[in-house]
């Protein structure tokens, strides 16, 4: 039996964590919560108290929050070779925790119409919109991975920042964002993961 289950929802950040576990290649369960319902039910409440997804269950440990999701599993199965070694870890670091931290909240403050005003731009740890998606271009700018020369669990998360922010016009097109996103697209975990949670989406009816 698998060790590791995934409470995951097709429409959530959960996509992030499973493209992660297809890139490690360990088996995994999948067990499907539905907003509103059992997300809020005191059962999935006791390991995540914020009744969200994605949380990962391995063995006896919980893990939850896509980003930490990721950096776990890079750690917990290295063979797997998604983390950069001990001491190259800076931007590896740095592009996953920005993504996970200043990035997405001026990302989803401005798609609330709740961005900080310039005169208390300074508090806020994203400064400003343009501010953070300039960063993050340059991050991603004229190299193939965000954190070296070889693909990575940062690459799970940013890319799917970026991957995301494009489709659904959160992000600019850049041409950096762009060719990353292409890069991260045809990688063959990303296209498991597309699958699989597409045939999981409701059916739309007519």
């Not at 959530?12 to 539905?34: H, K």
């Not at 271009?137 to 494009?166: H, K, L, M």
């Amino acid at each position: 039996m698998p060790q590791l289950t995934l409470y995951h929802n097709p429409m959530s950040r959960g996509q992030i964590a499973r493209w992660m576990l297809e890139e490690v290649g360990e088996p995994y369960e999948l067990a499907l919560l539905d907003y509103g319902t059992t997300m809020k039910e005191s059962e999935f409440l006791a390991l995540n108290p914020m009744g969200k997804v994605p949380a990962l269950r391995h063995g006896d440990r919980v893990v939850t929050e896509a980003a930490a999701i990721c950096a776990y599993l890079a750690d917990a199965f290295p063979d797997a070779g998604l983390a950069p070694a001990p001491a190259d870890r800076h931007d590896y670091y740095r592009w996953l925790f920005f993504a996970a931290g200043p990035a997405e909240a001026a990302i989803t403050a401005k798609a609330m119409g709740l961005l900080a005003p310039a005169d208390k731009a300074a508090i806020a740890g994203y400064g400003s919109y343009d501010q953070a998606v300039d960063a993050l271009e340059r991050a991603v700018d004229s190299r193939e991975f965000v954190a070296g020369d070889r693909f990575s669990a940062a690459d799970v998360y940013v890319g799917s920042q970026v991957i995301w922010g494009t489709m659904f016009g959160t992000l600019p097109h850049r041409p950096a964002f762009d060719a990353y996103a292409a890069t991260l697209r045809a990688r063959p975990a990303y296209l498991r993961q597309r699958e699989l949670d597409a045939a999981l989406m409701p059916k739309q009816t007519a």
